[in-house]
């Protein structure tokens, strides 16, 4: 199992968890996690990814080790606010590979057509 870190970043007056694996050299990757998932569920894909990635998998508001704010909604300008702290958080002028899974591939695709500077071409 590939050993990961965890670092905490403040958006929007809340302290949010991102589970980091790999070299800061390589690649970026950004995982995010649907619905009923957390951060730690990539884990899997981390162990069976090919080569050196550095991967990036924030736990959104309310899961895993993220805050709960207690507001009973998710604004989509929050969650792209999340993905795009989590694809600077070490290197900002890295573009990065974007995965999602569920309502995340959303916030994935969105921040990729909003703010294209940010995101790997293969």
């Given at each position: 199992m590939k050993p990961s870190e965890s670092v905490f970043i403040p958006i929007r007056g809340l302290k949010y968890h991102c589970r980091i694996w790999g070299?800061?050299?390589?690649?970026?990757?950004?995982?995010?996690?649907?619905?009923?998932?957390?951060?730690a569920?990539?884990?899997?894909?981390?162990?069976?990814l090919?080569?050196?990635?550095?991967?990036?998998?924030?736990?959104w508001r309310g899961y895993g080790l993220t805050d709960w704010s207690g507001a009973d909604s998710y604004w989509?300008?929050?969650?792209?606010?999340?993905s795009m702290r989590?694809?600077?958080?070490?290197?900002?002028?890295?573009?990065?590979?974007w995965w999602g899974t569920a309502w995340a591939a959303?916030?994935?695709?969105?921040?990729?057509?909003c703010v294209p500077s940010v995101c790997a071409s293969s």
């Amino acid at each position: 199992m590939k050993p990961s870190e965890s670092v905490f970043i403040p958006i929007r007056g809340l302290k949010y968890h991102c589970r980091i694996w790999g070299d800061a050299g390589a690649p970026q990757l950004v995982l995010l996690h649907g619905f009923q998932d957390v951060s730690a569920s990539w884990q899997f894909t981390v162990d069976a990814l090919q080569g050196k990635w550095h991967v990036i998998a924030p736990d959104w508001r309310g899961y895993g080790l993220t805050d709960w704010s207690g507001a009973d909604s998710y604004w989509f300008r929050t969650i792209s606010a999340i993905s795009m702290r989590c694809s600077i958080i070490s290197r900002p002028s890295c573009p990065c590979f974007w995965w999602g899974t569920a309502w995340a591939a959303m916030s994935a695709a969105c921040t990729a057509a909003c703010v294209p500077s940010v995101c790997a071409s293969s």
